[in-house]
């Protein structure tokens, strides 16, 4: 098994790498998720003692985890996997998923309140918080209680914050990492939270061995935020990482030449129209994914440069995401409204400037990467974005790549893109122009570079870095 010194190897997250629906007669339908942790932890093998634990996230869930036997998932249902999945009490979990992970954490990371009515830390805040807490400590005691002597174990993200502290209490013997797979605000920022509350989730990621961060300006950021808040000095004890996970290249290249894909790429082919530039975005409908700014930004291009119209066509997939909270649902209302806006004031009969699709299809994700020209990538903030290192890696021309600086996949991609701030509507429509019109060479030479940068670190090869690095005490 590749893991460290043979040691068990264990994961913890939030949403966990198979979800469940319910069918009318109780029947349960598992469907495997994708992204990073999962190809990552595919890494390891199916024949290990390594365990995932997750939290049940709906009545799907929940079901699936009391007909579970001793705790664990059927291996059948999680492409072999060993899954345990938590069932925390609902209204704890809600309150700790919504009310704090994403309604306050996630809010900070990437610098989303609307000031100066927001952010609002009242008594309800610490209801919530306390629901974090404990939400947190089921993850630590479930861990604990799972791993073997000397395990060593990866624990995810913003939810999960309190968690390698609480761990490290129970079981000082295990190996913890913690990886944050967001963003990390500046401390003039993360000092909007009471000071308390920005002391103990500090002081949690730092109860874990090492911290890692998949860029360095966010390591860099929470190391200031640890000397704002806690004093000078990380606690010796912990150290901080950085492991920018990059695309899975073999992956990507033989699921977007699937018959699947193929039948996509037709349906969109007749939607887009003969021989039109298509600039493709593909995002969860995500406040921080800028997603109006990036449609006013192309509604601009056509504005100003009447050239476009009739030759370009905006296809962007924005895919519902944490629809319980309203600011989400407000946002995914405000993203249909401004792209039919668009296409009445500018469509004609034989064209549709914008294509807008809703509803989740990977292999149509991977249709529209294919026939992508430009890639808009311009979130106001984000931890890496993968989309960004997909479409150079699927693109059948090669594409140009229009890409925020507040991205981290900025980092490695900064250089080949065309670069721009993600509040200037202006400078985005022009950087679409110059994309669009980028000569042929360049755009393919540029593309090329942009796809091995961006598949420098492949997932597998990322989670088993953070693995030898919890081991390696110089890291
Ligand atoms: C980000 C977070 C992940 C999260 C994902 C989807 O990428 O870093 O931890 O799983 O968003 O969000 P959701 O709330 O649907 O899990």
């Known amino acids: 098994m590749a893991s460290t010194h043979g040691a068990q190897v264990l994961v913890a997250s939030n949403r966990g790498p198979v979800s469940y629906q319910q069918g009318e007669d109780g029947s349960l339908h598992a469907k495997r998720g994708g992204g990073g942790l999962v190809s990552g932890l595919s890494a390891i093998g199916p024949d290990t003692d390594a365990v995932w634990v997750c939290a049940a996230l709906g009545d799907g ?97 913003y939810h999960l914050a309190l968690a390698p502290r609480m761990l490290r209490r129970l079981r000082p013997d295990l190996r913890i990492g913690h990886f944050s797979h967001t963003p990390w605000a500046p401390p003039e920022y993360f000092r909007l939270l009471p000071d308390d509350i920005a002391a103990e989730l500090l002081s949690g990621i730092l109860g874990a061995d090492r911290a890692a961060f998949l860029t360095q300006r966010w390591a860099d950021a929470f190391r200031d935020c640890c000397h ?47 021989g039109r530039k298509v600039v493709v975005r593909v995002d969860r409908t995500e406040l921080s994914k800028n997603i109006v700014r990036g449609l006013l930004a192309y509604r601009q291009l056509l504005e100003d440069r009447p050239e476009w119209r009739e030759r370009v066509v905006h296809v962007a997939f924005a895919y519902p995401s944490r629809q319980d909270l309203a600011v989400y649902r407000k946002y995914t209302e405000e993203v249909q409204r401004v792209a039919e806006e668009i296409n009445a004031h500018y469509g004609t009969p034989g064209w549709t400037p914008v294509v807008l699709h809703v509803k989740d299809d990977f292999a149509r994700s991977l249709a529209a990467y294919r026939l992508a020209d430009v890639a808009l990538v311009n979130p106001i903030r984000d931890g890496m974005n993968l989309v960004a290192k997909e479409i150079p890696v ?42 669009l019109t980028l000569p042929p060479a360049e755009r393919a030479e540029r593309s090329k570079r942009l796809a091995s940068a961006a598949t420098a670190l492949p997932p597998a090869q990322w989670f088993l870095d953070q693995l ?3 081991d390696d005490r110089t890291s």
């Open 228 to 274: 704002a808040v806690l004093g000078p000095g990380i606690p010796a004890g912990t150290r901080l990482g950085v492991h920018g996970l990059g695309a899975d290249a073999d992956f990507l290249r033989e699921r977007s030449h699937r018959a699947d894909v193929a039948e996509r790429m037709a349906a969109l082919r007749e939607e887009i129209g003969e």
């Open 61 to 157: 869930d929940r079901a699936a985890v009391r007909r579970a036997e001793g705790g664990l998932l059927p291996a059948g249902e999680t492409g072999g996997q060993r899954v345990r999945m938590l069932d925390i009490d609902a209204a704890v979990h809600a309150d700790a998923y919504n009310g704090i992970a994403n309604s306050v954490l996630w809010f900070v990371h990437h610098m989303l309140y609307q000031t100066p009515l927001e952010p609002v830390f009242d008594a309800e805040f610490r209801r919530q918080w306390a629901a974090y807490e404990a939400y947190n400590r089921a993850f630590a005691e479930a861990l604990a209680q799972e791993a073997a002597e000397g395990a060593a174990v990866l624990i995810q993200d």
């Open 468 to 470: 030898h690095a919890l």
């Open 394 to 435: 699927v693109s059948d021309e090669g594409c140009a790549l229009v890409l925020s600086r507040e991205a981290g996949a900025y980092e490695e991609l900064g250089e080949d893109a065309i670069v721009v701030n993600p509040y200037d509507i202006t400078g985005t429509a022009d950087a679409l122009h110059t994309a």
